[in-house]
């Protein structure tokens, strides 16, 4: 039995997903900018899946750029503006501390060319207080970053509050969705952004393929130069069945969102649960009531996660120490850090990330399995320091 806990860092494609990114390898070869019929095709294959993206966020088809992932729609959303703003004399970025490193390195990266960030601390449960954004951001602020749900504990930000502070003082308002779209309703007239990253590998679709919802108006400078695709907003021949895949995960996406939804918060409880009950010295990280429904980070007392996680991959069980998307590192995660925990504690955390196959079966599976990892651990490092 092998069990994929692990969908935040990416999922499984959705069966009809598959058939239509086969399908359209095979017959929509064509460059969508070509006048003759294949390209038409294929333009008419960008157009569906567009309007199926706008759908789930609830955008306009028009306000949809394809780009080639979460990582490039946020530096797409952070570098376009802050270029476009820049003759302005705004020189100031605001992103949250627990931002994903496509954020947070990108403002590292502006910083370095002279701009000045500051990021948004949290407290202890893994939220944003939009006093803070009240406080820090100034009238040189050209644009404001939070994400709209932590990829490591699945807390979701008060973003149509951050998004109206920001307005108020003149700044562009970005969002990475990557974690939420797909997840929960996502309206981004109702958050009231400007900008918003998804990604299509996170909701059962294929890698590669993503987009960046750019509000009608919104000065952004494009980041690739080259031809006219996207509406001249992002060049390059667009990976057409990639795309086609986006789309029909967004649909799929979009008519499963209530009844998954519900189904994946009452594995996740029933996860959670019967850890907590089962193992002494598990303890849950974030606010448990605000956040997306497939995710649950738990805390070990007096085990290594990265020894956890081993273990559970030899039991056939696929987990993660959390921002598993840049991982091979063993730093302790900045999001827990960011949240006041020890460094213990951030190094005792395991992220179980649940979605579209996983099963009560898999999760009573784990349950039944953990607390003699957990034990054997313990019991090791006890030895090992007597
Ligand atoms: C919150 C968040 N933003 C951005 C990304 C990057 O997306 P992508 O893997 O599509 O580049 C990820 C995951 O990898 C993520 O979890």
């Known amino acids: 039995m092998r069990i994929y806990f692990d969908y935040n860092a990416t999922t499984p494609l959705a069966q009809d997903v598959i058939e239509s990114v086969i399908e359209a390898t095979r017959d929509q070869f064509g460059n969508a900018s070509s006048v003759h019929h294949f390209g038409q095709r294929a333009k008419a294959a960008l157009d569906e899946a567009r309007s199926a993206v706008a759908a789930l966020v609830r955008a306009d088809p028009s306000e ?6 979460g990582t490039e729609s946020d530096n797409f959303a952070i570098r376009g503006a802050a270029e476009a703003l820049e003759p302005t004399g705004r020189r100031h970025l605001i992103a949250s501390a627990i931002e994903h490193e496509a954020v947070l390195n990108t403002l590292k990266a502006l910083a370095r060319r002279g701009w000045t960030t500051t990021l948004l601390p949290v407290d202890q449960t893994g939220i944003v207080d939009p006093d803070r954004l009240r406080q820090l951001i100034t009238a040189e602020t050209a644009l404001v970053s939070v994400m ?11 973003i149509a509050e951050l998004s109206a502070i920001a307005h108020e003082h003149g700044a562009v308002m970005h969002t990475d969705a990557v974690q939420s779209v797909g997840k929960i309703p996502v309206d981004v007239r109702a958050l009231g952004v400007d900008l918003l990253s998804l990604s299509a590998h996170k909701f059962n679709g294929p890698k590669g393929a993503a987009a960046l919802f750019i509000k009608r108006g919104t ?20 990976n057409v069945p990639a795309i086609v895949g986006l789309g029909v995960a967004a649909r799929l996406g979009l008519a499963k969102l209530e009844s998954e939804g519900a189904r994946l918060a009452a594995l996740r409880d029933r996860l959670e649960d019967g850890i907590v009950r089962e ?22 007392d007096r085990v290594e996660a990265e020894s956890l996680l081993i273990a559970l991959d030899l039991e056939g069980i696929a987990v993660s120490t959390g921002s598993a998307c840049s991982s091979g590192t063993l730093a302790p995660s900045h999001v827990l850090k960011a949240m006041g925990f020890s460094s213990r504690r951030t190094q005792n955390s395991l992220r179980f990330s649940l979605g579209l196959f996983s ?4 999760v009573d599976h784990v349950v039944a399995v953990l607390p003699k990892l957990v034990e054997k651990l313990r019991s090791l490092t006890r030895r090992a320091a007597g």
Do not use: C
Not at 148 to 158: C, F, K, L, S, V
Not at 359 to 362: D, K, P, Q, R, V
């Open 64 to 69: 949809i750029v394809y780009t080639s992932g």
């Open 279 to 300: 193992v002494s010295g598990a303890a849950i990280n974030g606010d448990r009531s605000r956040r997306v429904p497939n995710t649950s980070n738990i805390s070990f």
């Open 359 to 362: 099963t009560e079966a898999e």
């Open 148 to 158: 709209h749900a932590n990829n490591e504990i699945g807390t979701i930000q008060p």
């Open 219 to 238: 000065r952004l400078q494009p980041m690739m130069t080259g031809g006219k695709h996207e509406r001249s907003r992002r060049a390059g021949t667009e």
